[in-house]
């Protein structure tokens, strides 16, 4: 089955610096891949969504990369402030029949220092 | 800006009971989805529906799963005989149409279920 891993340590960063999340799957590629953010308590919250012919996509200060050959996903976040503070979570999604369904990663938990 | 909602909140139940979970998704979204996450682990994928049937069901939605959208608005998840492994957070989420497959989600809050 598909797996998912995610940095597995809580990432630390200075407020202003580049936050760099990664997204590792093993197996086959995924036709696209999704990133959310997630706060305590809450639902997960879409961010950006990148497909398997798209190299880079941008939004704001948010920046995802997908390289099918390395079968990873590098998401960013530019100028981080406090408020970036989550867990974000990579979810990997295959075309298939009526469903959009998603396999999630463990996610990682940014904490950004003011 | 239309969200999903779900409720309620929080569900605290006997095990060995029913309990419905209540989603009003987005009005006009055509794609349903259960997920669930056990504290502390990832969200897992559980039940996609479409045109009033399920399209996509995951291992862990066995026959003590169901699922219904009753009328226009709302789409529930009834578990039929709780067991302690079944407290999680349960979200629901639904997305437009599919077109070329790929199209973001959005969840609900969450409903909190402790079985005891």
């Known amino acids: 089955s598909q797996k998912i891993e995610q940095n597995s340590e809580a990432l630390n960063i200075q407020e202003g610096k580049t936050a760099t999340l990664t997204c590792n799957y093993t197996?086959?590629?995924?036709?696209?891949l999704q990133w959310y953010r997630q706060d305590p308590g809450r639902g997960p919250v879409f961010l950006l969504l990148?497909?398997?012919?798209?190299k880079e996509k941008r939004k704001e200060r948010l920046k995802v990369t997908f390289d099918t050959t390395l079968k990873q996903s590098l998401f960013h976040i530019t100028a981080s402030q406090p408020a970036d503070s989550a867990t974000y979570l990579c979810?990997?999604?295959?075309?298939?029949?009526?469903?959009?369904?998603?396999?999630f990663g463990t996610g990682t938990l940014l904490a950004v220092q003011p | 800006e239309p969200e999903v909602t779900q409720t309620p909140s929080h569900q605290v139940t006997q095990m060995g009971q029913e309990v419905i979970l209540r989603c009003v998704p987005i009005?006009?979204?055509?794609?349903f989805y259960w997920y669930r996450q056990i504290l502390g682990q990832k969200v897992e994928f559980l039940v996609s529906?479409?045109?009033?049937?399920?399209?996509?069901k995951s291992e862990i939605f066995d026959d003590q799963f169901s699922v219904e959208r009753p009328d226009g608005s709302n789409f529930t998840l009834k578990i039929r005989s709780t067991k302690l492994e079944d407290s999680a957070m349960y979200f629901c989420?639904?997305?437009?149409?599919?077109?070329?497959?790929?199209?973001?989600?959005?969840f609900g809050d969450g409903t909190r279920l402790s079985i005891l």
């Open positions: 529906f479409y045109n009033n049937e399920i399209s996509e």
């Open positions: 009005s006009n979204h055509l794609y």
């Open positions: 979810a990997l999604g295959y075309y298939g029949g009526a469903t959009n369904k998603l396999i």
């Open positions: 990148i497909r398997e012919n798209e």
């Open positions: 197996n086959y590629s995924p036709a696209y």
């Open positions: 989420a639904s997305s437009e149409e599919l077109l070329g497959g790929n199209q973001p989600q959005h």
